[in-house]
């Protein structure tokens, strides 16, 4: 794992702490309660969608055709690839989330 793939972790493991604490002042336990369990929905069918996806999207992203993950058959500019595919993901996936997000705000 390279260093800006453990940036970009630290950086949602931070971004997920600090809404979750913004929101602890705004709401009493029942709806605290309420919102975490409706946002541990959100993660599941995430989670569960993606398991159901990874295998195809990683013979996708290595250009390997069996279902094999054993092995070091890649070459260096195969993982560079696959590095910048994840961070470009990555920053789409998390543009997807604020645009979602805004929306939600903007139709309170």
Do not use: H, P
């Not at 500019?77 to 998390?94: I, R, W």
Request: aromatic content about 8%; proline content about 0%.
């Amino acid at each position: 794992m390279d260093k800006s793939s453990k940036e970009l972790q630290k950086v949602f493991t931070t971004l997920a702490f600090l809404i979750g604490l913004a929101l602890i002042d705004e709401l009493d336990s029942s709806e605290q309660n309420a919102l975490g369990n409706w946002f541990m929905l959100i993660g599941q069918t995430l989670c569960t969608n993606g398991s159901l996806n990874f295998k195809n999207d990683f013979r996708i992203l290595t250009g390997r055709s069996g279902g094999s993950f054993s092995g070091s058959s890649q070459n260096k500019s195969n993982t560079n690839k696959v590095d910048e595919d994840a961070q470009k993901y990555a920053k789409n996936l998390m543009t997807k989330v604020r645009n979602a997000i805004d929306k939600q705000i903007n139709n309170l």
